[in-house]
T-cell receptor, first 114, second 115 residues
């Protein structure tokens, strides 16, 4: 079975500063990787995903993530955050086989301060 | 209009009551899912359905049941609610076709409180 660990439950950061949200996964087989964002009182929406190919993936709202197979990581980065990026971010993994079942990490709350 | 809708959005109920949460989608997806979200635990899968006749238990199905009334509708029931079922519940859909085949689309959530 696969698992996902988000190492930080909360990340406070000042506006316009860079940010990295960390995600590590465990799986005995190849995986697909995802980052979802949840704004207050809303459902989750996809930020970006890694399926194959280039290990640097660009998503919406200026976010990007890098897949590192040797370190089993998929960290999310943004060079300059805005107040509107305040939200909860979830890393998720699915195994490369029929079906697309997701296993989620515990989430990281990004708090952008003025 | 939203592609995935959930009703009710908020519900307060008492221990022992039966409650149903409903999910409808207009995306035409075959696959539907129910998750619960608890602080620090992320989202955990309760049940999933790959089509109307295919329903499967997820990681935490005890105390829950589901019904797939049609391709577009997937309901979650708590037969006898208990306080530790207080959580935020999400419905999601997905499809294996097209460029977004590995993406799940989420509803806005139902906040359930069991007193």
């Amino acid at each position: 079975a696969q698992s996902v660990t988000q190492l930080d439950s909360q990340v406070p950061v000042f506006e316009e500063a860079p940010v990295e949200l960390r995600c590590n996964y465990s799986s005995s087989v190849s995986v697909y990787l995802f980052w979802y964002v949840q704004y207050p009182n809303q459902g989750l929406q996809l930020l970006l995903k890694y399926l194959s190919g280039s290990t640097l993936v660009k998503g919406i709202n200026g976010f990007e993530a890098e897949f590192n197979k040797s370190q089993t990581s998929f960290h999310l980065r943004k060079p300059s955050v805005h107040i509107s990026d305040t939200a909860e971010y979830f890393c998720a993994v699915s195994v490369r086989r029929a079906g697309n079942m997701l296993t989620f990490g515990g989430g990281t709350r990004l708090m952008v301060k003025p | 209009d939203a592609d995935v809708t959930q009703t009710p959005r908020n519900r307060i109920t008492k221990t022992g009551k039966r409650i149903m949460l409903e999910c409808s989608q207009t995306k035409g997806h075959d696959r539907m899912y129910w998750y619960r979200q608890d602080p620090g635990l992320g989202l955990r899968l309760i049940y999933y359905s790959f089509d109307v006749k295919d329903i499967n238990k997820g990681e935490i199905s005890d105390g829950y049941s589901v019904s797939r009334q049609a391709q577009a509708k997937f309901s979650l029931s708590l037969e006898s609610a208990i306080p530790n079922q207080t959580a935020l519940y999400f419905c999601a859909t997905s499809d294996l076709r097209g460029s977004r085949y590995n993406e799940q689309f989420f509803g806005p959530g139902t906040r359930l409180t069991v007193l």
